[in-house]
C-alpha cells in the first residue's frame, strides 16, 4: 500500500561554528572537562552532551552516560521545535548539526536497554529510525 500523503520535510538544525570549534577542541584534549566544558558554555549544543553521553556509555558508566544523553536529546527535541519539526519527520544523518541530537537519541536508547528500561530503549530506537535510518546503522557501526 502507497502512503498518499506526502512526508513533512526534513528538520535541519542550524549549524554553530563557535560551539563546533570548541567541541573540535575538546577532541583533541581527550578529557571528559573538556567535553564538559563545552557543554557548559554550549548547554543548547546536542552535539557535547551526546559526546558526554557516548565517553560515559563507553566507559561502562550507563547512569551518567543515560544522564548525558537524556539532557542532549531533550536540548535537542526544543531545537528541533524551533526548527520547524512537529514531532515526525525526517532528521537526516547526513546534516552534520543533526548529528548531535541523533548520538544522544542513540546512546539512550542503549542506556536505557543496560538499565533495564526496555520500553523506553525501544521507542528511542524507533524515533531514531524514524528519522533516518541511515543514523541508526551508521551509530551501531561504531
Known amino acids: 500500500m502507497q502512503n498518499l500523503l506526502p512526508e513533512p520535510p526534513a528538520t535541519l538544525l542550524p ?17 571528559d572537562e573538556a567535553f564538559a566544558e563545552v557543554a557548559a558554555r554550549f548547554p543548547t549544543f546536542s552535539a557535547a552532551w551526546g559526546a558526554l553521553a557516548a565517553r560515559a556509555f563507553a566507559a561502562g558508566a550507563v547512569v551518567t552516560g543515560y544522564a548525558y544523553a537524556r ?8 531545537q528541533l521545535r524551533r526548527n520547524g519539526w512537529k514531532g515526525h519527520g525526517p532528521v537526516p ?6 548529528q548531535g541530537f541523533l ?3 542513540y546512546v539512550l536508547s542503549r542506556a536505557a536497554d543496560e538499565i533495564g528500561e526496555a520500553d523506553e530503549a525501544a521507542r528511542c530506537a524507533q524515533f531514531l ?8 546503522d551508521a551509530l551501531a557501526s561504531n
Open 93 to 98: 544523518w547526513s546534516h552534520e548539526p543533526n
Open 71 to 78: 539532557t542532549g536529546y531533550h536540548r535537542g527535541l526544543d
Open 15 to 31: 549549524a554553530n561554528d563557535e560551539a563546533d570549534a570548541a567541541l573540535a577542541a575538546a577532541q583533541e584534549a581527550g578529557t
Open 129 to 136: 529510525r524514524d528519522c533516518d535510518p541511515e543514523a541508526a
Open 103 to 105: 548520538r544522544c537519541l
